[in-house]
């Protein structure tokens, strides 16, 4: 079986990595993903470990697209008895375009009638559609005139991952955490600092991590309601997550803390470490960056400060323009306060995400490692640097 993990844009490197250590067989980097290949147990395997993937997918059929047609026939071309039955539900989520077909949602509609029409032919009934939550999620891509169709082995994407019920301001992504703590060479075993911790997604992303907890060991996944799973799967997958869960450390070897000037952040960092079972293994404290002193053991300096990514644009007022240069001036200043931190902890490594030059600019230092990588839409570095 041929698979496709998705991640976010420049995070194909930290994804391939986490696969080809999980050894998961064929693991060959792509575009916006990373190819494998295995039987399901190894997809669920990806589901269960993976921290960067956003969504694992095995891809079932390839065919060229000329118009809607094309679709029908090739959805309805396919076998879907093994995943499908009348009881199980299925939805179609499309992207991409192709010649003839510029409309995603009517994509999407000419795969379920195919899909739907190939069931009652060998059925002699059809699955129901449910957009929410369905058994059966299938994934439609479009790209140069090719369609792939594939199913989402986790239905729920993984960044999901079921602890964080409360965000602060600009709440990074679980998976792009996660992300960034591997390309970023951040260590488990040295003290682990996030000054500007928000509602907590580095720091408990890092303590996850370090206590070996994968990500997927409480959840349940869309494969679990496959036909196919109480045949073949269900006896391998529980001895996967009792594995997983044997390995287990009671804590983390190293100190983690976290911070933030704002008691709302505090609270939503409490709540979520709380939920993700980490409160132990995480100290997070309100406080400002800029009284911020070394602590213990030099370890990492991790964080993803503001961007303060509001541009002016040419046609806005005066007032507008004034109100921009007086953010970005505060701006500078708080960048300022990151380079005395960074200026107070020698012999420690910095790892920040930078959105804004400027951050770049202020630390005037050189960088270990300057990443590009993609938070949404926004553009931004990673950077590791040796204080
Ligand atoms: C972009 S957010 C971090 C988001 C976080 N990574 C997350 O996933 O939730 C930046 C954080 O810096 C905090 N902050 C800004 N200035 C600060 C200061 N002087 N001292 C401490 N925290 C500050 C804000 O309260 C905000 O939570």
Not at 76 to 103: F, I, K, S, Y
Not at 246 to 258: E, M, Q, R, S, T
Not at 321 to 331: D, I
Request: glycine share 8%; proline share 7%.
């Amino acid at each position: 079986m041929h698979f496709f993990a998705t991640c976010s844009k420049g995070t194909e490197g930290a994804l391939r990595q986490e696969l080809a250590a999980l050894k998961l067989p064929a693991v060959r980097g792509g575009r916006g993903g990373v190819h494998f290949e295995g039987r399901l147990e190894h997809g669920a395997k990806a589901c269960l470990h993976s921290r960067t993937a956003m969504r694992v997918l095995l891809e079932l059929a390839a065919f060229p697209v000329d118009g809607a047609d094309a679709l029908y026939e090739g959805a309805r071309a396919v076998d879907w008895t093994p995943w499908l039955t009348e009881r199980t539900t299925l939805a179609v989520e499309a992207t991409g375009l192709a010649p003839g077909v510029t409309h995603t949602g009517f994509a999407a509609l000419k795969v379920k009638d195919g899909v739907v029409d190939m069931l009652r032919d060998k059925l002699g009934a059809r699955p129901d559609v449910d957009t929410r939550n369905p058994d059966v999620p299938i994934v439609l891509h479009l790209d140069g005139g090719r369609a792939t169709l594939s199913l989402d082995l986790a239905g729920e994407p993984l960044h999901r991952r079921g602890w964080r019920t409360t965000t602060s301001v600009a709440p990074l992504k679980e998976t792009l955490a996660a992300a960034v703590l591997l390309a970023g060479r951040v260590e488990v075993e040295a003290p682990f600092v996030d000054p500007l911790c928000g509602s907590g997604t580095l720091a408990i992303e890092q303590a996850l991590r370090a206590r070996r907890i994968p990500p997927g060991l409480e959840r349940s996944f869309a494969f679990q309601r496959w036909p196919c799973y109480r045949e073949e799967l269900q006896s391998r997958w529980d001895r996967l997550r009792s594995q997983a869960r044997a390995a287990v450390l009671p804590a983390a070897p190293a100190p983690i803390f976290a911070s933030d000037f704002h008691p709302k952040a505090i609270d939503a960092c409490r709540r979520n470490a709380h939920l993700a079972g980490v409160s132990g293994d995480v100290v997070i404290e309100q406080a400002n960056v800029r009284d911020l002193q070394p602590r213990g053991e030099p370890g990492t300096l991790c964080m993803n400060p503001p961007y303060g990514e509001r541009l002016i644009a040419e046609e806005e007022g005066p007032e507008a323009r004034s109100a921009a240069r007086t953010q970005e001036r505060k701006l500078a200043g708080f960048y300022r306060l990151l380079a005395e931190l960074l200026d107070r902890h020698p012999g420690w490594s910095a790892v920040l995400l930078s959105g804004n030059p400027l951050l770049q600019k202020t630390l005037a230092r050189k960088a270990e490692i300057d990443h590009r990588l993609w938070n949404g839409p926004l553009e931004i570095h990673l950077l590791r640097y040796r204080l």
